[in-house]
């Protein structure tokens, strides 16, 4: 999504003179088209998120559509007070992106896990909240976000997601989509969870092993049911080591014992 | 240009009192804060800002940010005999449903405001946020920010010094009330020693101390922002806080007191406003 972020950002940045993209310094190479285009309208405001939010709100409030860009956590919960303040109490039409939302950047630990941004934002007033599932609703929001007159956060994956969308969908902020047409159960989805929402849609439970039904799956059969009386299961745990492997104990330090016979 | 200057201070004092009849009619804090900060206020508004009140969000007026918003009282007084509105309207001051808080509301609900502040360190960013944008715009407006020294303690103030000294934003200044005395203490004592100006220097921006009640000295300053050095500007204006009344200058406890009648008698006979 990051890439088709700025892609997006730099088309729409050439066809209109009021997009300005801030950064707090991350994107190494990732808008060197967007530079190019428009080097005035490119701002690497440093490791400095709360600062970012209050200028794109001076910005906005000075004609601009100024478009901050971080990683999640630095675009909401770090400069929160300036969201609110700055931001949604001036009604200023700043388009807030946080890449890598939710655990899309999981690896990175959990400084970078977001997983409130969107409760908090939610929050507050005048801000509309949006989360595309793929690059095809990436697009499509932004172009609408920087139509707004009013602040809109946007939060994105990372890069590599499945494309979800086969077509262009009819496209609205607020409005959702049918993806699959069903029967018996809904499913709501939204973001980069669409993908795992849609694959839970293609399982089925075909039968469970004990020998009676579970009251929590009701009609999920038993293996007998299912025409398998002769199938049996047996779920055993254990614990493999080599020979004469130290096995620390609860408390590890000085209670190692080594195992003679184990 | 004394006669000028002259009728300036006269301004100053009218502000004064009107402030301090205010805060013993509506009971509201923050005295000692507003009257270190009228004279830079009367300067640019009253001389060197290039605003029309008629039209108060003309494309390329000049923007002045009152960062410490709790210097509000003050401004919303310099607004009015400035005629951004009816002076009539400073009645309704803290009733409920007016617009005179404690700290200026968004620019939406009241002419002359460029932004809602009171949070400390977010006026001074969104006046960067706003000369970055009059420069992308070809736009020829200046951004004067006023910020408390107690206000140099928050973080975001030194990120805004920071990009703007980088970005080269010599179309902003910035002017620190520096009264020396925050909230609860002397600043130096809860944040340190170290000298304002200096920071400010070190930050990479074209410095200079001046009385910040000196009227001339204060116009002359901020009309040179842009000063044509490339970097942005800071004036570090060495004030008293309560200044103009003997009884209250350089004495905290204004920080949050309020005048009873009689006080507000004696100030204004000190200030030379008639009763």
Redesign the interface.
């Known amino acids: 999504m990051r890439n088709a972020f700025a892609d997006e950002i730099t088309r729409l940045g050439a066809s209109d003179p009021r997009v300005?993209l801030l950064s707090g310094d991350i994107g190494n190479k990732l808008f060197d088209k967007f530079k190019q285009q428009a080097q005035?309208?490119f701002?690497n405001?440093?490791v400095?998120e709360?600062?970012m939010m209050?200028?794109?709100?001076?910005?906005?409030?000075?004609?601009?559509r100024?478009v901050v860009y971080t990683i999640t956590p630095f675009t909401t919960t770090r400069c929160f007070?300036?969201i609110r303040?700055?931001v949604c109490?001036?009604?200023a039409p700043v388009v807030i992106v946080g890449t890598g939302a939710g655990l899309s950047y999981a690896e990175l630990g959990p400084t970078h896990h977001s997983l409130e941004d969107l409760a908090l934002l939610r929050s507050l007033p005048g801000m509309t909240v949006f989360a595309p599932c793929d690059e095809v609703e990436l697009r499509l929001g932004l172009r609408a976000a920087l139509r707004q007159d009013h602040p809109v956060y946007m939060r994105i994956g990372k890069k590599g997601e499945p494309v979800i969308h086969d077509r262009q969908p009819d496209f609205q902020l607020g409005k959702a989509i049918t993806i699959r047409e069903g029967e018996h159960v809904c499913l709501i989805s939204t973001g980069n969870m669409m993908p795992v929402v849609l694959d839970a849609g293609n399982i089925r439970i075909l039968a469970q092993w004990g020998t009676e039904r579970l009251p929590n799956f009701p009609h999920a059969p038993t293996l007998q049911e299912a025409g398998y009386p002769d199938v049996i299961y047996i779920l055993w745990t254990g614990v493999f080591a080599p020979a004469k492997q130290e096995i620390s104990s609860k408390k590890g330090k000085k209670k190692k014992q080594k195992r003679k016979n184990p | 240009m004394d006669a000028k200057i002259g009728r300036l201070e006269q301004t100053a004092r009218i502000i004064r009192a009107r402030i301090i009849e205010n805060s013993h009619r509506t009971q509201t804090p923050h005295l000692a804060s507003c009257l270190s900060c009228v004279d830079i206020l009367v300067a640019a508004y009253f001389e060197v800002l290039r605003i029309d009140p008629s039209k108060p969000t003309g494309?390329n007026r000049d923007r002045f940010i009152l960062s410490k918003g709790h210097g509000a009282a003050a401004l919303f007084q310099v607004l009015a005999l400035r005629g951004y509105y009816p002076e009539s309207m400073l009645d309704h001051y803290g009733e409920d449903g007016s617009v005179f808080a404690e700290h200026p509301p968004?620019?939406?609900y009241l002419p002359g405001i460029?932004?809602?502040t009171g949070?400390l360190?977010?006026g001074f960013?969104?006046?960067?946020?706003?000369?970055?944008?009059?420069?992308?715009?070809n736009q020829t407006y200046r951004v004067i920010a006023l910020v408390s020294d107690g206000e140099c303690n928050e973080?975001?103030t030194w990120?805004?010094a920071?990009?703007a000294a980088?970005?080269k934003t010599e179309n902003l200044g910035v002017i620190v009330d520096f009264n020396k005395w925050q909230a609860t203490g002397r600043s130096e004592e809860i944040m340190g020693p170290v000298s304002l100006a200096g920071k400010w220097r070190a930050f990479g921006w074209n410095t200079c101390e001046i009385d910040g009640h000196d009227m001339g000295e204060l116009v002359r300053r901020l009309q040179q922002v842009p000063d044509g050095s490339g970097k942005p500007v800071a004036i570090v204006a060495h004030t008293v806080k309560g200044k103009g009344v003997s009884f209250m200058e350089d004495d905290n406890n204004w920080h949050y007191r309020i005048p009873s009648a009689e006080e507000v008698k004696a100030a204004k006979r000190e200030l030379g406003v008639p009763a």
């Open positions: 300005v005035n309208r701002y405001c440093g400095a709360a600062n209050s200028v794109a709100a001076g910005m906005a409030l000075s004609g601009l100024p007070e300036q303040v700055d109490y001036h009604g | 494309k968004a620019p939406a460029e932004a809602a949070s360190g977010h960013p969104l006046g960067l946020g706003m000369a970055l944008a009059g420069r992308i715009q973080g975001s990120e805004a920071m990009l980088a970005q």
